[in-house]
């Protein structure tokens, strides 16, 4: 539909039928523009903008995706801390994580139903044709109005990571989450005890994890070694790189079933490559000899993930490293001890799910730019998200509350630290601090101050690794009409994929004698023409 009003309203133009109507409605915008201050939108002058006064809060809703291992809560410290500090109303709307693409989809595409501002959100795939199709605020034509993003951009030295999230006409389309520094959150967790009391190594390589849990098989029977959290997705995006593919709903590259060749610098179609083929051959071979939990292709939600390992029901995972606390506290087994360990090893190298400086951030819909105090909701959410103060609410909290010091001192209260679940999750769960969905300024030490000398170890030997974590590949600088067929075209691959997917890995389909026929069926939806837009249009 838009594609049309698009073209009629180009029609209308050339035969001058609406001149009269358009005149005086444009605005000028600067492609080249730069983060610092580049632009001032003739909005700023709006005589109707409203000024915020302390009696007359402004109100903000925004879309929050929402997961059972971190309920969201509007009583949270943090939430009700910036509400306080900032003289704001936010009213967010929790959103179940699974769902959630599927409803911001919806919001952006009708317009009239969107929130304010919507939360952990970029602008690959989907979100790219819409963006270019007027459906997303081009902020960086504000980029005055987002003073203390333009100076943590600065800060961390971030100039040229923002430049890789521009699109086709050369404006962004929403404020990442920033970093100082990447870091190893999460990865296989499996019971360290258990490795000791049968004698085994910890696993280096995906062959060493299949004898790992044979063994745990054997020694349990009735038990499903590796199980995963909520769906294959975090499984996937954190050992797929290792065989040189990412793939599904959390692809590195926003495609879903695109993938890029790190050594060749371009986009391959990872889905229907020999390597995503060792990949599925490998987890449809735990799946039938009972290592992989059976109720994998459906999101297992955080109680009954805990109760699986604390049971010893399983005793492997893909999860983070906070969580580790919580699977000890809730157990009942004597001498339990779970262990994060490096990525491990497959085909293509030792690689967990590539990272990048900037993540998942705040994008406006259109529709929020019509109201009178838009510049009022910018500042205010640039305010809340990304200045030095509002980040250390989301982070630490509250100065007095739940810590005291600085970056390189900090000390958290004793609830907090002898909490079972850890100072990390317990900070998460109790006071809404180190949520991805609203953590926007993400610092290095003051992360590490969460976690014990066990996950600084760990993360030094990630980092001694050969680029164990991978940057995120560049996103291609399509128009708004490459946009919108690209948009076409990943949705029915996508959904194929996880189709094929899910038939492999349970057995329904032999990878050995339908590989063909799956072939054939993505290259009928077209995959090689997807692949060919998004190498066309690299930077």
């Given at each position: 539909?838009?594609?049309?009003?698009?073209?009629f309203?180009?029609?209308?133009?050339?035969?001058?039928?609406?001149?009269?109507?358009?005149?005086?409605?444009?605005?000028?915008?600067?492609?080249?523009?730069?983060?610092?201050?580049?632009?001032?939108?003739?909005?700023?002058?709006?005589?109707?903008?409203?000024?915020?006064?302390?009696?007359?809060?402004?109100?903000?809703?925004?879309y929050?995706?929402?997961?059972?291992?971190?309920?969201?809560?509007?009583?949270?410290?943090?939430?009700?801390?910036v509400?306080?500090?900032?003289?704001?109303?936010?009213?967010?709307?929790?959103?179940?994580?699974?769902?959630?693409?599927?409803?911001?989809?919806?919001?952006?595409?009708?317009?009239?139903?969107?929130?304010?501002?919507?939360?952990?959100?970029?602008?690959?795939?989907?979100?790219a044709?819409?963006?270019?199709?007027?459906?997303?605020?081009?902020?960086?034509?504000?980029?005055?109005?987002?003073?203390?993003?333009?100076?943590?951009?600065?800060?961390?030295?971030?100039?040229?990571?923002?430049?890789?999230?521009?699109?086709?006409?050369?404006?962004?389309?929403?404020?990442?989450?920033?970093?100082?520094?990447?870091?190893?959150?999460?990865?296989?967790?499996?019971?360290e005890?258990?490795?000791?009391e049968?004698?085994?190594?910890?696993?280096?390589?995906?062959?060493?994890?299949?004898?790992?849990?044979?063994?745990?098989?054997?020694?349990?029977?009735?038990?499903?070694?590796?199980?995963?959290?909520?769906?294959?997705?975090?499984?996937?995006?954190?050992?797929?790189?290792?065989?040189?593919?990412?793939?599904?709903?959390?692809?590195?590259?926003?495609?879903?079933?695109?993938?890029?060749?790190?050594?060749?610098?371009?986009?391959?179609?990872?889905?229907?490559?020999?390597?995503y083929?060792?990949?599925?051959?490998?987890?449809?071979?735990?799946?039938?000899?009972?290592?992989?939990?059976?109720?994998?292709?459906?999101?297992?939600?955080?109680d009954?993930?805990?109760?699986k390992?604390?049971?010893?029901?399983s005793?492997?995972?893909?999860?983070?490293y906070?969580?580790?606390?919580?699977?000890?506290?809730?157990?009942?087994?004597?001498?339990?001890?779970?262990?994060?360990?490096a990525?491990?090893?497959?085909?293509?190298?030792?690689?967990?799910?590539?990272?990048?400086?900037?993540?998942s951030?705040?994008?406006?819909?259109?529709?929020?730019?019509?109201?009178?105090?838009?510049?009022?909701?910018?500042?205010?959410?640039?305010?809340?998200?990304?200045?030095?103060?509002g980040?250390?609410?989301?982070?630490?909290?509250?100065?007095?509350?739940?810590?005291?010091?600085?970056?390189?001192?900090?000390?958290?209260?004793?609830?907090?630290?002898?909490?079972?679940?850890?100072?990390?999750?317990?900070?998460?769960?109790?006071?809404?601090?180190?949520?991805?969905?609203?953590?926007?300024?993400?610092?290095?030490?003051r992360?590490?101050?969460?976690?014990?000398?066990?996950?600084?170890?760990?993360n030094?030997?990630?980092?001694?690794?050969?680029?164990?974590?991978?940057y995120?590949?560049?996103?291609?600088?399509?128009?708004?009409?490459?946009?919108?067929?690209?948009?076409?075209?990943?949705?029915?691959?996508?959904?194929?994929?996880?189709?094929?997917?899910?038939?492999?890995?349970?057995?329904?389909?032999?990878?050995?004698?339908?590989?063909?026929?799956?072939?054939?069926?993505?290259?009928?939806?077209?995959?090689?023409?997807?692949?060919?837009?998004?190498?066309?249009?690299?930077?």
């Amino acid at each position: 539909m838009k594609k049309s009003i698009r073209r009629f309203l180009a029609a209308a133009l050339s035969t001058g039928l609406i001149l009269g109507t358009m005149a005086g409605c444009s605005t000028s915008s600067n492609s080249n523009d730069t983060i610092d201050n580049s632009t001032t939108p003739e909005t700023t002058t709006k005589e109707e903008t409203k000024e915020t006064t302390k009696d007359d809060k402004l109100n903000i809703t925004l879309y929050y995706s929402d997961n059972a291992t971190l309920p969201f809560s509007e009583n949270w410290l943090t939430v009700q801390e910036v509400q306080s500090k900032y003289n704001v109303k936010l009213n967010f709307e929790p959103i179940p994580i699974a769902d959630y693409q599927t409803k911001v989809s919806l919001a952006l595409n009708t317009g009239n139903n969107a929130p304010d501002v919507i939360l952990y959100q970029s602008t690959k795939g989907e979100n790219a044709a819409l963006a270019l199709n007027g459906a997303i605020v081009p902020i960086s034509d504000y980029s005055d109005w987002t003073p203390n993003f333009n100076q943590m951009v600065e800060k961390f030295g971030l100039e040229e990571d923002i430049e890789t999230i521009r699109l086709k006409d050369g404006k962004y389309y929403y404020l990442p989450a920033l970093f100082d520094q990447p870091f190893y959150d999460g990865g296989l967790i499996l019971r360290e005890d258990l490795l000791k009391e049968y004698g085994l190594e910890a696993p280096k390589t995906f062959d060493d994890l299949y004898n790992v849990l044979k063994t745990f098989k054997q020694e349990n029977p009735d038990s499903y070694p590796l199980t995963i959290l909520a769906g294959p997705r975090v499984l996937y995006r954190m050992t797929m790189p290792s065989y040189g593919v990412s793939l599904g709903k959390n692809a590195a590259s926003g495609s879903g079933t695109l993938s890029w060749d790190y050594d060749k610098q371009e986009y391959f179609a990872g889905a229907i490559d020999d390597r995503y083929k060792e990949y599925v051959s490998f987890v449809a071979k735990l799946y039938a000899e009972g290592l992989l939990d059976p109720e994998m292709a459906e999101p297992i939600d955080g109680d009954r993930w805990t109760q699986k390992l604390a049971t010893g029901k399983s005793f492997a995972t893909y999860a983070y490293y906070d969580q580790i606390g919580g699977l000890e506290g809730t157990s009942d087994i004597e001498g339990i001890k779970f262990q994060m360990y490096a990525p491990l090893e497959g085909p293509s190298g030792a690689h967990h799910q590539p990272k990048s400086k900037t993540g998942s951030g705040i994008l406006f819909p259109t529709k929020t730019s019509k109201r009178d105090d838009f510049e009022q909701v910018v500042r205010k959410i640039d305010e809340i998200f990304f200045s030095e103060e509002g980040a250390k609410i989301w982070c630490l909290g509250v100065e007095g509350t739940t810590y005291t010091g600085q970056d390189d001192a900090i000390t958290y209260t004793d609830e907090i630290v002898n909490s079972p679940d850890g100072i990390y999750k317990t900070m998460q769960v109790k006071y809404g601090c180190g949520s991805d969905v609203t953590q926007m300024i993400w610092v290095n030490a003051r992360e590490m101050s969460k976690y014990d000398e066990n996950y600084s170890r760990i993360n030094k030997e990630v980092a001694q690794m050969d680029n164990a974590i991978q940057y995120i590949p560049p996103t291609p600088m399509l128009d708004d009409l490459q946009a919108e067929e690209a948009g076409m075209l990943q949705s029915p691959l996508l959904d194929a994929f996880e189709k094929w997917d899910n038939a492999f890995v349970t057995g329904t389909k032999s990878v050995e004698n339908d590989w063909d026929d799956y072939v054939q069926e993505m290259k009928n939806l077209q995959i090689e023409k997807l692949c060919s837009i998004y190498n066309d249009n690299l930077k």
